[in-house]
C-alpha cells in the first residue's frame, strides 16, 4: 500500500487516468492508473496483470511503504505498454512494472463534490470518473511519471479547490479540496 490517508480540514484529490494498454494478443483494454510522482516503482495488480494476460516474471524484488513497511504481496514484475484514453498516442513503455496483490483503496476515497467537475467540464479529462470512488490497477510512480508531464505543462488553479494538471493522458484533477469552498454560497464565477 503506497498512499497514506489523513483526517484534515481539506480532501486532497489524487490525480488518476484512464488509459489504454496492450494485452497479450495486441488488444486495448482499458485501465485505471494514479499517477504518483512520490512511488520509486511502478505497480500493477495481480487480478489486472491477468485480466491482460501479461507476462509474470518472478522476482526477489523487495517493496517498502510508508514507515519503511515491507510489502509481503510481491508477485513478480512485468511489463506493458499504453497510449491515452482518447488518443492514438504518444504510446509508453512501463518496464518493470511490480505485481501486488493490491495497491491502494479505492479512489477518491468519497465522491468529490459537484462544484469541482462543474469547474473541470470543459477539459478533456484524462479520468471522466475522477470524482467518483473506484478501484486502481495501476500506479504510475516516478519511473514513468516525468514522461507524462507536458514539455510546458498548462495548470488551471483555483482558490478552494484542486488544480488541473495538463498531461500527456489528458487533464488530471490534483490538490487540496477545502471542502467549505464547495458550499452553495460559493460562486464558481468568482474563481479564476
Given at each position: 500500500?503506497?498512499?497514506?490517508?489523513?483526517?484534515?480540514?481539506?480532501?486532497?484529490?489524487?490525480?488518476t487516468?484512464?488509459?489504454?494498454?496492450?494485452?497479450?494478443?495486441?488488444?486495448?483494454?482499458t485501465v485505471?492508473?494514479?499517477?504518483?510522482?512520490?512511488?520509486?516503482?511502478?505497480a500493477?495488480?495481480?487480478?489486472?496483470?491477468?485480466?491482460?494476460?501479461?507476462?509474470q516474471?518472478?522476482?526477489?524484488?523487495?517493496?517498502?511503504?510508508?514507515?519503511?513497511?515491507?510489502?509481503?504481496k510481491?508477485?513478480?514484475?512485468?511489463?506493458?505498454?499504453?497510449?491515452?484514453l482518447?488518443?492514438?498516442?504518444p504510446?509508453?513503455?512501463?518496464?518493470?512494472?511490480v505485481?501486488l496483490?493490491?495497491?491502494?483503496?479505492?479512489?477518491?476515497g468519497?465522491?468529490i463534490?459537484?462544484?469541482?467537475?462543474?469547474r473541470?467540464?470543459?477539459?478533456?479529462?484524462?479520468?471522466?470518473?475522477?470524482?467518483?470512488?473506484?478501484?486502481?490497477?495501476?500506479?504510475?510512480?516516478?519511473?514513468?511519471y516525468?514522461?507524462?508531464?507536458?514539455?510546458?505543462?498548462?495548470?488551471?488553479?483555483?482558490?478552494?479547490?484542486p488544480?488541473?494538471?495538463?498531461?500527456?493522458?489528458?487533464w488530471?484533477?490534483?490538490?487540496?479540496?477545502?471542502?467549505?469552498?464547495?458550499?452553495?454560497?460559493?460562486?464558481?464565477?468568482?474563481?479564476?
Amino acid at each position: 500500500k503506497f498512499s497514506g490517508a489523513a483526517r484534515t480540514e481539506a480532501t486532497v484529490i489524487l490525480g488518476t487516468a484512464i488509459v489504454r494498454v496492450r494485452d497479450n494478443v495486441g488488444k486495448l483494454q482499458t485501465v485505471r492508473v494514479l499517477l504518483d510522482s512520490g512511488s520509486q516503482i511502478s505497480a500493477i495488480t495481480l487480478q489486472c496483470a491477468t485480466r491482460l494476460g501479461l507476462r509474470q516474471i518472478k522476482s526477489r524484488i523487495e517493496v517498502t511503504g510508508l514507515s519503511q513497511q515491507r510489502v509481503t504481496k510481491v508477485k513478480g514484475v512485468t511489463q506493458c505498454q499504453f497510449i491515452p484514453l482518447h488518443t492514438e498516442g504518444p504510446q509508453f513503455c512501463a518496464t518493470s512494472v511490480v505485481i501486488l496483490t493490491h495497491i491502494t483503496m479505492q479512489l477518491p476515497g468519497d465522491r468529490i463534490p459537484s462544484a469541482v467537475r462543474e469547474r473541470y467540464h470543459h477539459l478533456l479529462l484524462a479520468d471522466p470518473e475522477f470524482d467518483v470512488p473506484g478501484p486502481i490497477d495501476m500506479l504510475l510512480g516516478s519511473d514513468l511519471y516525468p514522461h507524462l508531464l507536458q514539455s510546458k505543462a498548462d495548470i488551471i488553479h483555483s482558490t478552494g479547490l484542486p488544480s488541473a494538471m495538463n498531461t500527456q493522458l489528458g487533464w488530471i484533477v490534483v490538490g487540496a479540496l477545502n471542502e467549505t469552498s464547495t458550499s452553495p454560497m460559493v460562486s464558481l464565477s468568482a474563481v479564476s
